[in-house]
């Protein structure tokens, strides 16, 4: 569940120089070589739907910043972003556990799951990004929480993430993240007068 935004991936390129690439947006747009929270927030929330990606934007960098150092710097932004793309299926969703699991302790809970599931349908239906869907946040935490929650114990554990998404299209479809959505870019200045882009 991601957002309409995309990365810059050509088609014959090498992978270098895609990485060249992505540095050389990120040094522009963040030119100490790290980038804080404040500042992800505004150009992923500019670059989406305003406010109402903000909740998303912060969990995001919550789990870029593999240190917990309170910024992200071009390697943990660069690691992320060539594994959420060249990564298994494995990897991407051992990313995205770390997404959901948002107290780091190894486990999600179904509130720190619809917490994120909250804010990820927030994002999508300010942009409209999705077709309308019935299910709500609430439906959709509680359908994964039954299908993933193998041992009833009220929380999901690695193991049954990454087992329970493999074995269900619809579970990984709503789990694994957009490599869109880790984007640093500067959005297009709006033309409001007209509605188009500048």
């Given at each position: 569940?991601?957002?309409a935004?995309?990365?810059p991936?050509?088609?014959?390129?090498?992978?270098?120089?895609?990485?060249?690439?992505?540095?050389?947006?990120?040094?522009?747009?963040?030119?100490?070589?790290?980038?804080?929270l404040h500042?992800?927030k505004?150009?992923?929330?500019?670059?989406?739907?305003?406010s109402?990606?903000?909740?998303?934007a912060?969990?995001?960098?919550?789990?870029?910043?593999?240190?917990?150092?309170?910024?992200?710097?071009f390697?943990?932004?660069?690691?992320?972003?060539?594994?959420?793309i060249?990564?298994?299926?494995?990897?991407?969703?051992?990313?995205?556990?770390k997404?959901?699991?948002?107290?780091?302790?190894?486990?999600i809970?179904?509130?720190?799951?619809?917490?994120?599931?909250?804010?990820?349908?927030?994002?999508?239906?300010?942009?409209?990004?999705?077709?309308?869907n019935?299910?709500?946040?609430?439906d959709?935490?509680?359908?994964?929480?039954?299908?993933?929650?193998?041992?009833?114990?009220?929380?999901?554990?690695?193991?049954?993430?990454i087992?329970?998404?493999?074995?269900?299209?619809?579970i990984?479809?709503?789990?694994?993240?957009?490599?869109s959505?880790?984007?640093?870019?500067?959005?297009?200045?709006?033309?409001?007068?007209?509605?188009?882009?500048?």
């Amino acid at each position: 569940m991601g957002q309409a935004a995309t990365l810059p991936c050509r088609r014959g390129e090498s992978y270098v120089t895609e990485l060249y690439e992505w540095f050389r947006k990120f040094i522009n747009e963040c030119p100490s070589g790290l980038i804080t929270l404040h500042e992800f927030k505004r150009h992923f929330c500019d670059g989406t739907v305003g406010s109402e990606s903000a909740e998303y934007a912060e969990q995001i960098f919550r789990t870029l910043d593999n240190n917990g150092d309170g910024v992200v710097d071009f390697r943990e932004y660069v690691m992320a972003i060539s594994m959420l793309i060249e990564g298994s299926a494995v990897e991407k969703l051992r990313w995205s556990f770390k997404l959901y699991d948002k107290d780091r302790d190894g486990a999600i809970t179904k509130e720190e799951m619809l917490e994120i599931m909250q804010a990820v349908y927030k994002m999508n239906v300010a942009a409209a990004l999705t077709k309308p869907n019935p299910l709500t946040a609430e439906d959709c935490t509680n359908r994964i929480f039954v299908r993933l929650d193998k041992d009833n114990n009220a929380i999901i554990s690695l193991e049954e993430f990454i087992e329970g998404a493999l074995d269900d299209d619809w579970i990984r479809e709503m789990l694994e993240c957009d490599p869109s959505t880790v984007k640093v870019e500067r959005p297009q200045k709006r033309d409001t007068t007209l509605g188009m882009h500048g």
